[in-house]
């Protein structure tokens, strides 16, 4: 049986911290701020910001980036007895491939009211119809990752309302 991996409090913290921390990267990168790590036995072993931008490639979330980082890693598909933290909620592509790698916990920060996958607009990770599900955990430290959110998109309508790229 897969093992739902625990937490204190203050590890959820941490966890979620390295994620904004990634959040930043990406921001810094001009890509849209979002961060992912990946918890085994309580030790990051994978962690990832978006590269859409960067790579041109649709599928370059945070999510299945640290996902393919902890594959490699582990050898293996299967990511049991890990646990995701990421700091804006799965969409649907993200909440897929975490179904599939068996991601059994699911940390995230801000909603997304837009393409939520896991419980804004749809509720994969708990779907008993399908043959994996996962605990989510909702609203670590989303103000913070909605912030930053917000901000980026902020910067982008006022750089595109000065007509600069």
Known sequence: ?????KFS????????QVALNEAKLAETDGEVPIGAVIVKDNVIIARAHNHREADQIATAHAELLAIEAA??????WRLEDT???VTLEPCIMCAGAIIN????SVY???EDSKGGGTRSLYQ???DDRLNHRADVHTNIRGAEGGALLQNFF???RLQRKLGKK
């Open 1 to 5: 049986m897969i093992q739902q991996p």
């Open 9 to 16: 409090s203050e590890q959820i913290d941490y966890f979620m």
């Open 71 to 76: 594959n490699h890693l582990l050898s293996s």
């Open 83 to 85: 646990a995701l933290f």
């Open 101 to 104: 790698a068996r991601i059994p």
């Open 108 to 110: 995230y920060g801000a």
């Open 124 to 126: 994969l990770l708990e």
């Open 154 to 156: 902020k910067k982008i």
